[in-house]
């Protein structure tokens, strides 16, 4: 998950001992972090990862997952690829150019974010604070109910919700949004 129960906890103004409500905050928490993973079109999860990707002629080879913390192979045992440079945000690039095709290049490497933890002895999370709050924020609007909500009147009480792109379900906040426009992969 994109954040942790304690921090989600106080962001709610939940009192750490407090366990009755963990469960739903838990799955507020993994349903924001869903939400974001699929707005951004990426997994924010370090982990080791198998890819394979098309190549285009270019010299650029983008991978899904950064960063990249290290490449593990590059091609397959019979054709392994060696001549590139790894630059930042998951780019590879060969002067050479890569082989054009559909998902010909295997790429197996290393790559994403080291995610928040509650546990003792965790590494310490390198997730951009960006990410994590545009996570509580997130949060805090499915615990309360009030994601979507655009407008709401007191007389004669009234409430209005804003439409998504699919006109029914809302988009995420606008908040949210803009925490996290620099995190959305860009490519395929």
């Known amino acids: 998950m994109l954040s942790t129960l304690s921090k989600t906890k106080q962001q709610l103004l939940i009192l750490q001992e407090d366990a009755s409500t963990d469960d739903q905050v838990l799955m507020c928490l993994q349903a924001a972090s869903e939400a974001i993973e699929q707005y951004c079109r ?9 890819e394979l990707c098309s190549g285009l002629g270019s010299t650029m080879l983008p991978l899904r997952a950064y960063p990249v913390t290290s490449i593990l192979s590059v091609g397959d045992s019979s054709y392994p690829i060696t001549d590139y440079i790894q630059f930042d945000e998951g780019m590879l690039y060969r002067e050479q150019r890569w082989p054009c095709g559909s998902f010909n290049i295997r790429v197996h490497y290393v790559g994403g974010y ?6 003792d002895g965790a590494p310490v999370s390198n997730l951009p604070i960006s990410v994590e709050y545009a996570c509580l924020l997130l949060c805090k609007q499915l615990y309360s109910g009030e994601w979507g909500k655009v407008s709401e009147r007191i007389g004669d009480y009234s409430v209005t919700y804003e439409k998504g792109l699919d006109g ?16 959305v992969r860009r490519w395929r």
């Open 114 to 119: 080291v995610l928040p933890s509650d546990e």
């Open 42 to 50: 990426r997994s924010f999860e370090l982990k080791e990862r198998t």
């Open 168 to 183: 029914e379900s809302p988009n995420l906040p606008r908040a949210v949004r803009a925490l996290l426009r620099s995190h």
